[in-house]
Nanobody, 115 residues
C-alpha cells in the first residue's frame, strides 16, 4: 500500500507563490495519471491540474496561466507551482496518483491566501 503526503502549504498573501510537493511512502510505478485537487469549505472537491504519463496536462480554467503541474521522481512524483495566488485559491489541496485500478490520495495540505 502506498501512502501519499503533501507538503508546501501555508499562509500566503494575495499575489504570492507556493510550491506543493507530493511524496510517496515507496516508489510508484506504472503511473497512468497524477493530479492535484482541492476542496474549499462547503464545496466539493475539484480538479486543479492533471498530468498524464505522456506529459499532457489539463488545468482548471481558474488556475490556467498561474499554476504549473510537474512530475518528479518515483518517490516524489508530483509538484504544483502556484503563482499569483488569489483568496479564492484557499482550500485543502490533495495529491492523487492513479496506477491501473488503484487510486491513491494524500491527506491534504492547507493553502490559505489572505492579507
Amino acid at each position: 500500500q502506498v501512502q501519499l503526503m503533501e507538503s508546501g502549504g501555508g499562509l500566503v498573501q494575495p499575489g504570492g507563490s507556493l510550491r506543493l510537493s507530493c511524496a510517496a511512502s515507496r516508489s510508484i510505478f506504472s503511473i497512468n495519471t497524477m493530479g492535484w485537487y482541492r476542496q474549499a469549505p462547503g464545496k466539493q472537491r475539484e480538479l486543479v491540474a492533471v498530468i498524464t504519463v505522456g506529459g499532457s496536462t489539463v488545468y482548471a480554467d481558474s488556475v490556467k496561466g498561474r499554476f504549473t503541474i510537474s512530475r518528479g521522481n518515483a518517490k516524489n512524483p508530483l509538484n504544483l507551482q502556484m503563482n499569483s495566488l488569489k483568496p479564492e485559491d484557499t482550500a485543502v489541496y490533495y495529491c492523487n496518483v492513479v496506477t491501473g485500478p488503484i487510486n491513491y490520495w494524500g491527506q491534504g495540505t492547507q493553502v490559505t491566501v489572505s492579507s
